[in-house]
């Protein structure tokens, strides 16, 4: 793990792939269960949980955002969409909408950090502040998804 820089997509597909496949488990064996929509916040939040796992897995990797924003939409375009869970229509959506949401939080989770690095660096303060910017994209809901 010398080289840290592409972990955050690795992570980021690796993550994206378990929520859809326990999507999928549960549209299979529960059809009555309404399962949450893949809208702004929805993204958001997986955004934000695959920045706390790379944050504590690899602390201070390097950031490339021309690159995270490629990955990023390629993952969030074809993933859903092998999965059923989004039509076949939708992965231009999903893929603007992934890229620009995942890049974007990925740029402010990025400037929080070191912003709280220079303090005294609490584990706790980077999860709520994660929670406040998830709280902080709800009123996205329902817009361009």
Known sequence: MKNKSYLLNIVLTAGLSVILLACVLVKTFLPGVILPALDIPGVTLISLAVLLLEHFF????????????????????????ASGIAGAGEWWKLALAGGVIFTGTTWIFESVTERIASGNGSKTALILTALGIYLAVQCFTGIFL
Do not use: K, Q
């Open 58 to 81: 690899a602390p201070g990797a390097g950031r490339n955002y021309l690159l995270i924003f490629f990955f990023s939409s390629i993952s969030f375009a074809l993933l859903p969409v």
